[in-house]
């Protein structure tokens, strides 16, 4: 798991935005892109290369319309 006080320091580096832990506790998303960091071993991987989107709600993102 990841400290609270850490989760307060990062922010996604495409908005600087703040991130949240998501519910699986796997990662952590991005408020304002969505873009979810992976977390490995404990440690967050805050690069964009290695974000991803949530797949589970909106498959693709845009077709809903
Ligand atoms: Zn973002």
Redesign the pocket.
């Known amino acids: 798991m990841i400290d609270k006080e850490l989760l307060e320091i990062l922010a ?1 580096p ?2 600087k ?1 703040p991130v949240k832990l998501t519910k699986d506790g796997k990662g952590l998303k ?1 408020v ?4 979810i960091y992976p977390i490995r071993d404990g440690i967050p991987i805050m690069l964009v290369e290695e974000a991803y989107y949530e797949e589970e709600d909106k498959k693709t993102s845009s077709d809903k319309a």
């Not at 304002?32 to 873009?35: D, E």
């Open positions: 996604c495409v908005c935005e991005c304002k892109c969505g873009r």
